[in-house]
């Protein structure tokens, strides 16, 4: 996704809080943010709702409520109402394992709520629609992407599954598998995941570009409970 603490940073947690705020129980409650990243993830607007939040990364900011630490080897001090996921596991190294401890950290009828990436959707249509509209200035993820891409002369799809499996990524499809063999599914929609890192493109455009089957939608909102019977 977008490149940590930046802009689009920003621009994503904005667009996707509503999604994450609809769905959570309500507060106060124990809200664990997993990847929050380097500006704190939704950490400080669940406090500001006067959730007992908390954010797991190891490039977390400093401060008590923060732990730079891999989720793997965060210890909670009680189990969670809810824990929040946003794009934080396509790149985890061992998927079983990380859904097995949010299970684990979630109290019983807890809920999980994950946005993710199906890169298994990012055709070369959706590619070259998002790299017309890349920003000028810092190059992000989605720059260097391109640029490796044209340099490779590489077929776009051949690129980027060279490209995924050198960096293990998780598709889409694999982490709804797993987390629906763990978690009692309640929701499940597809959606935009590039706007922030575009120029001028805001979610209802890129979910527009999706309707009108100029692009694949790339993004995953999850909701699930805990499935203590599992």
Same mark, same amino acid.
């Given at each position: 996704?977008? +490149? $940590?603490?930046?802009? /689009? %940073?920003? =621009?994503?947690? %904005?667009a996707m809080w509503p999604f994450v705020r609809e769905r959570l129980p309500p507060a106060p409650g124990l809200v664990v943010d997993i990847g929050c990243g380097q500006l704190g993830g939704f950490v400080p607007v669940l406090r500001a709702h006067?959730?007992?939040a908390e954010g797991v990364d190891p490039e977390a900011p +400093?401060? $008590?409520?923060y732990h730079r630490v891999e989720f793997e080897r965060y210890t909670l001090?009680?189990?969670? /109402?809810?824990? #929040?996921? &946003?794009?934080?596991?396509?790149h985890v190294a061992d998927l079983e394992a990380v859904i097995d401890l949010i299970a684990?950290?979630?109290? $019983?009828?807890?809920? *999980? #709520? #994950?946005? +993710? @990436?199906? =890169?298994?959707?990012f055709d070369e249509a959706t590619a =070259? @629609?998002?790299?017309?509209?890349?920003p000028a200035g810092e190059p992000g993820w989605l720059h260097r992407l391109r640029d490796d891409w *044209?340099? &490779?002369g590489q077929p776009w799809l051949d690129y980027l599954r060279g490209r995924a499996e050198a960096e293990h990524l998780h598709t889409g499809q694999d982490i709804l598998a797993r987390l629906g063999s763990r978690f009692a599914t309640q929701?499940? #929609?597809d959606g935009p995941y590039f706007f922030p890192d575009l120029d001028e493109v805001t979610a209802a455009d890129e979910q527009a570009a999706i309707d009108t089957g100029r692009i694949q939608a790339n993004g995953i909102r999850y909701i699930g409970r805990h499935n203590f019977h599992s």
């Open positions: 996704m977008s +490149e $940590p603490g930046s802009d /689009a %940073d920003r =621009r994503w947690l %904005d006067g959730y007992d +400093e401060g $008590p409520h001090k009680h189990t969670a /109402a809810a824990i #929040v996921a &946003s794009t934080s596991l396509h684990a950290a979630l109290e $019983p009828g807890g809920v *999980l #709520v #994950v946005i +993710e @990436w199906a =890169r298994e959707r =070259r @629609w998002c790299f017309d509209r890349l *044209l340099a &490779s929701l499940v #929609v």
